[in-house]
Nanobody, 122 residues
Framework: VQLQASGGGLVQAGGSLRLSCAAS????????TGWFRQAPGEEREFVAAISWSGGSTYVADSVKDRFIISRHNAKNTVYLQMNSLKPEDTAVYYCAGRNGPGSSVDRDYTLWGQGTLVTVSS
């Protein structure tokens, strides 16, 4: 399975973006998906995760009430809807997959996409 993240770009503070993580290759069944981000000079941090069924979601406190994670399994795609963006949300966003439940720990994930850059201007 390969993961392809897309949807990043430049947006003004207060704006919105929707990131997509598309899976290709063999079946994505039973794979939970997570989003992580890494700002320049910072460590990678957890943003959100969703179970294979979509029934369980986990969102970091720093983006709670602003970011929503969802998935459309028929399209093999996971989305991260980002609203009320702030300059501190500027980072490269990565999607990751693991065969098991969702997790906020990056080392639990075995599949990683290439990342998409989100830049929020003030």
């Amino acid at each position: 399975v390969q993961l392809q993240a897309s949807g990043g770009g430049l947006v003004q503070a207060g704006g919105s973006l929707r990131l997509s993580c598309a899976a290709s290759g063999r079946t994505f069944i039973n794979y939970a998906t997570g989003w992580f981000r890494q700002a320049p000079g910072e460590e990678r941090e957890f943003v959100a995760a969703i179970s294979w069924s979509g029934g369980s979601t986990y969102v970091a406190d720093s983006v709670k009430d602003r970011f929503i994670i969802s998935r459309h399994n028929a399209k093999n795609t996971v989305y991260l809807q980002m609203n009320s963006l702030k300059p501190e949300d500027t980072a490269v966003y990565y999607c990751a997959g693991r065969n098991g439940p969702g997790s906020s720990v990056d080392r639990d994930y075995t599949l990683w996409g290439q990342g998409t850059l989100v830049t929020v201007s003030s």
